[in-house]
């Protein structure tokens, strides 16, 4: 259990200090994070067509309020968070990428959910975006986290007892 | 049938609303000993950086040691001060007690040190936001003419700049998650069978 938590602190680190490199954020964050802005413009434009991406930003063109996605916002933390997780826990490699393939997916799900639903809650009042924003769904990201982690070790197969030597009679 | 796992998260959705509402509602009880925390953390470890750290509702207000601008002041003299909301930090409180609320239902809630425990931590991890927040704004938001006398080296710049995204950015979303794991390990191993694996 220790050896556990101590190599995901050490990974969950190590990956964060990793992200916040330049070199990292020009080539993988911010065009990461701009794909998660045409996206979530992609999606919303399904039902609502006056709606504009601008790098990070979503802007809507009638009121022309727009929400700008920044670091915390794009998933990437909470990904690092369950990757560390992954890495750290015990099981097999093909386990371990399928985890965090649909991991990956399941954190950027929520977090489009996410994003969307600030998009038109900063539209209707201003305070409740704010306290989603700040409070609430950090900790329905974190909690979409846990739920995955969980399921994954769930699905993970029985962990195989070392070989017995044949008795002897 | 819902699997164990999905009734102990429904569970949580359920208490979750309920736990924000209360967090929220006694915000400025919640904000106290982070104001205390970082009252003695930031005049104590940068005496010649902040001379207090003042209450305004659950918000704080960090006061400085630099001089206000004159045009701010009208030509008297002040001090620079600025506002933090520790509340951002400290978001990991109510669902931390979501999940222990949540796993007592079916535990029982015999196991209160951990929930007493895991708020003592979780407010460290607010006292940590609010104390890196207030050198991130002498370092990087106050300009140059501050960030200069602050005296800080490049790296520990870059080491406050470090903090600074851990603390917000890390800390008060992981700390909560990571508490319950250990601190309920019998139980996610109910949950996730497989969890056991990683030993007592």
């Known amino acids: 259990m220790i050896r556990f938590f101590l190599l995901f602190l050490v990974l969950q680190v190590s990956l964060f200090t990793l992200e916040l490199l330049r070199p990292v954020q020009q080539a993988v964050v911010i065009p990461f994070t701009e794909g998660v802005a045409a996206v979530s413009v992609w999606l919303v434009k399904l039902f609502d067509a006056g709606v504009l991406a601008q ?28 990757l560390a997780a992954m890495l750290a826990f015990p ?8 985890g965090i393939l649909a991991g990956f997916l399941a954190v950027q799900g929520i977090n489009l959910v996410r994003i969307i639903s600030l998009f038109y809650l900063g539209q209707w009042d201003k305070d409740w975006f704010e306290w989603a924003h700040l409070y609430l769904w950090q900790a329905l ?3 979409d986290v846990l739920v995955v982690f969980l399921i994954w070790i769930r699905l993970l197969p029985p962990a195989q007892s070392p070989i017995q030597a044949p008795a002897h009679a | 049938m819902r699997s164990p796992l999905s009734r102990f998260f429904l569970r949580v959705l359920l208490w979750l609303p309920l736990c924000f509402g209360g967090w929220f509602l006694f915000a ?5 000993p982070v104001a205390w925390l970082s009252g003695l953390a930031l005049p104590g470890l940068f005496p010649e950086l ?6 305004d509702g659950y918000l704080l207000d960090i006061i400085t040691r630099f001089d206000a601008p004159a045009a701010l002041t009208q030509g008297r003299a002040g001090e620079l001060a600025f506002g933090v909301n520790p509340m951002i930090y400290g978001y990991g409180i109510p669902l931390f007690t979501a999940l222990v609320l949540a796993t007592a239902e079916e535990e029982g809630f015999h196991h209160g040190w951990i929930w007493t425990g895991g708020m003592l931590l979780l407010v460290l991890v607010q006292g940590f936001g609010v104390t890196l927040e207030a050198l991130k704004v002498v370092l990087f938001g106050l300009g140059p003419e501050v960030a200069a006398r602050a005296g800080f ?15 917000t950015l890390v800390l008060p979303a992981m700390t ?4 319950w794991l250990g601190g309920y390990r019998r139980f996610v191993a109910r949950l996730a069978p497989s969890f056991e694996r990683t030993g007592p």
Do not use: K
């Open chain 1, 55 to 82: 790098g990070n930003v979503i802007r809507d063109l009638e009121s022309g309020f727009a929400v700008a996605i920044e670091a915390g916002c794009n998933g990437v933390e909470a990904t690092i968070v369950l």
């Open chain 2, 176 to 179: 909560p998650v990571v508490l």
């Open chain 1, 91 to 98: 099981a097999p490699w093909h386990h371990r990428l399928l």
């Open chain 2, 50 to 55: 902040f001379s207090a750290v003042a209450r």
């Open chain 1, 141 to 143: 990201i974190m909690l």
């Open chain 2, 153 to 167: 080296s490049p790296l520990q710049r870059e080491l406050v700049a470090l903090g600074y995204q851990l603390g």
């Open chain 2, 28 to 32: 400025i009880l919640m904000s106290t």
